[in-house]
């Protein structure tokens, strides 16, 4: 995650995307080094005789002992099948898909806070039409209704994180309403309503930092699912178009290899995938730990 923040400060290819295309070393395996002879063309000299007024051509000569200078690269993780650089392109492709996460879980974050703060605070016919909306969103499979609006919005970010985000609002406003409908039944919350402050000012501000803890975990949960629905959407072409890398996408274009004898190669991208879910799963956990007083005790 860090190499994915640093980006092109670390790629061995820095053009944009690292669509550096060389199909002379397409499919090198991983630890592949290729060296480049650099190519000076020398131009033909012209002079023109003051007297006759001829123009002659003249070439440069070649110094006899003269060699080629020539640069070499080390493709750690090999190339793909145009020549492209797999870990640059990896690199640039987690960062992406951070990025669409990080969006759709903070739309989903302000959606399931605000509907779930609601419903738990006011409860009645509010309480009842906001987990009904749940109900029907949970019964909808996510990564087929994200399909659905990505079709119709579009295949950008814009489109791609408030699919998402849309499809995993619920469990936080689920999560946010039990809490809520705990909280207000404490003192400081009846303390504040025979002060006469306002809901808002309850739910915002007397509240809702005392249930940031839950919160907070269940948007680092989040964020793994994020992720894999994004790179879900990429490996069926539904999401960042090329030359842009994702790693749905790369992994997509690698998998198409694999039939060819290139299985390193597609292994790399879903072996990334499944580390960087995994890494979230465990932070959420880890916060969980370390706020739950019960868990902590134990």
């Given at each position: 995650m860090i190499l994915a923040i640093l980006g092109y400060l670390i790629t061995p290819d820095r053009t944009r995307y690292c669509n550096t295309q060389l199909p002379e070393i397409a499919f090198l395996n991983p630890l592949s080094k290729a060296c480049f002879a650099k190519n000076y063309l020398q131009p033909f000299e012209s002079s023109v005789d003051a007297i006759t007024g001829i123009q002659h051509y003249e070439r440069p000569v070649l110094v006899e002992n003269e060699s080629p200078a020539k640069s070499c690269h080390l493709f750690i993780l090999g190339t793909d099948r145009f020549g492209?650089?797999?870990?640059?392109?990896?690199?640039?492709?987690?960062?992406?898909?951070?990025?669409?996460?990080?969006?759709?879980?903070?739309?989903?974050?302000?959606?399931?806070?605000?509907?779930?703060?609601?419903?738990?605070?006011?409860?009645?016919?509010?309480?009842?039409?906001?987990?009904?909306?749940?109900?029907?969103?949970?019964?909808?499979?996510?990564?087929?209704?994200?399909?659905?609006?990505?079709?119709?919005?579009?295949k950008n970010i814009g489109a791609l994180f408030v699919s998402i985000g849309i499809t995993i609002w619920a469990d936080m406003a689920k999560l946010v309403r039990g809490l809520v409908m705990v909280q207000k039944e404490c003192n400081y919350v009846r303390s504040a309503t025979a002060l006469g402050f306002s809901p808002s000012r309850i739910?915002?501000?007397?509240?809702?930092?005392?249930?940031?803890?839950?919160?907070?975990?269940?948007?680092?949960?989040?964020?793994?699912?994020?992720?894999?629905?994004?790179?879900?959407?990429?490996?069926?072409?539904?999401?960042?178009?090329?030359?842009?890398?994702?790693?749905?996408?790369?992994?997509?274009?690698?998998?198409?290899?694999?039939?060819?004898?290139?299985?390193?190669?597609?292994?790399?991208?879903?072996?990334?995938?499944?580390?960087?879910?995994?890494?979230?799963?465990?932070?959420?956990?880890?916060?969980?730990?370390?706020?739950?007083?019960?868990?902590?005790r134990d």
């Open positions: 492209r650089d797999l870990l640059s392109r990896l690199i640039i492709g987690t960062r992406y898909t951070l990025l669409i996460a990080f969006f759709a879980v903070l739309f989903a974050v302000i959606i399931g806070v605000t509907l779930g703060s609601l419903s738990g605070y006011f409860g009645g016919r509010t309480d009842r039409a906001i987990n009904f909306a749940i109900g029907v969103f949970w019964s909808l499979p996510s990564i087929l209704f994200a399909f659905v609006i990505v079709l119709a919005a579009g739910l915002f501000i007397e509240i809702l930092p005392n249930i940031s803890g839950p919160i907070l975990v269940q948007a680092s949960s989040n964020f793994a699912l994020a992720i894999l629905l994004e790179s879900g959407l990429s490996f069926m072409g539904l999401g960042l178009q090329p030359p842009i890398p994702t790693l749905g996408n790369i992994m997509q274009d690698q998998y198409t290899q694999a039939f060819n004898g290139q299985i390193i190669q597609s292994l790399i991208p879903a072996i990334v995938l499944v580390l960087l879910i995994l890494s979230f799963q465990i932070v959420a956990n880890t916060v969980r730990d370390r706020i739950d007083v019960k868990l902590s």
